[in-house]
């Protein structure tokens, strides 16, 4: 009877120092250690494609939605490389401009993006490196959305990256093709880019299963817009998004410098593909959707009328303007929490440093010309009169 009863009470006792355990092992330090580990877990299960939470709502999916999967470890040494196909992409992209977003927001979203608008997976070695070109002026509100979606598409496509935006500097008419080529040289400065993407402000792309890696040839990855249907408006189109590979790059020398205004120069990339020899790439219309963020053509970008006839030319003029003539200085580079900015200045057609005009000398009082030539002296003509006369004969 006697033994009966310290038995029950050993067994309160016990009992009772199990649960001042158990209230020990709850405070913080513990909960912590064990989050840490069920993320290990969590984490393994996302690679294995197993995670019932991995499995994404393959309509109207959130660009942001797995990237909670990603943990950032402490030593890079000895991670193996990333699987081909990444476990984080799932499909269609849900793509809204919601009013009042800040670059401070999509900073706290990206935690993992460094200085420069730079990425790298925490876990595992990319299989690629690829520097996203961006021509830009006057549109920070469309490069706020840009980096919004872009940032999480390309960590979900496990890529090693960097977003560089190319900012004309001054007021002289916009040149985008003249942009790119600034970018490509001045990206491949600073890292051993295997993949270049040019990449329009305004599109957003809507499937992530639209690899921001290089093909074989030169890809066109804006295959389907909103704006057009969501289809090719012509064969032969390479505006919004293309990749080239350095070599690719090189081979084609670059785009041309002397398109100033809109129209024409993706046209005459898409004609030096072919000419250097190469063919163009593009993902299925499925895959390759942007959406178009709604806009005016710019101040500053007025539609360029020597366009039909510098394209009639690309066959003489793409081994002479293009890298390997592109002229600029470069006034800033600055390495911004999500992008690298650098701000160029590209001159105008007159050259970087255009002469700047004397001022009109008083008018003498005119002799009598001699007769000859109605037109008067030959170096008087305007060589842009050539191309009209091109344009309305064809
Ligand atoms: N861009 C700027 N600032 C400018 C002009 C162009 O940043 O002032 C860049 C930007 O990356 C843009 C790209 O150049 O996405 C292409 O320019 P765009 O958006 O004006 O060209 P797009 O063909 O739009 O997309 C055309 C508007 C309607 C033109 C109708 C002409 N018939
Ligand atoms: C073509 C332009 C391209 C332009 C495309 C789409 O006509 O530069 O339309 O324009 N080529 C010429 O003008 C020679 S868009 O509908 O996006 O304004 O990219």
Redesign the pocket.
Known sequence: MFSFHSKWRYLVMFLGVQLVVMALLSREGYQKRVTYFFRIFRKLDVLSGSAPGHRLNHTGADVYANLSYLVNVQSKDDVPYCPKKSPLTGGPIHVSFPSGLTMAQIERKNPLVVRGGRYRPPDCEARHRTAIIIPHRNRENHLKFLLYYLHPFLQRQQLNYAIYVIHQAGNYTFNRAKLMNVGFREAMREEDWNCLFFHDVDLIPEDDRNTYTCDQNPKHAAIAMD?FGYKL?YKM?F?GVSALSPLHYLKMNGFPNNYWGW?????DIGIRVSLAGMVITRPSVKVGRYKMIKHKLDQGNEVNPK??NM?AKTRQTWKLDGMNSAEYEVISREHLPLYTNITVNIGTEAGLHPPTKPPPKPRKQKKQEPPGDPKGPKDQEDPEDELTDFQSQH
């Open positions: 704006k408006p189109y505006g129209g024409g120069e993706d046209d366009r039909f394209l």
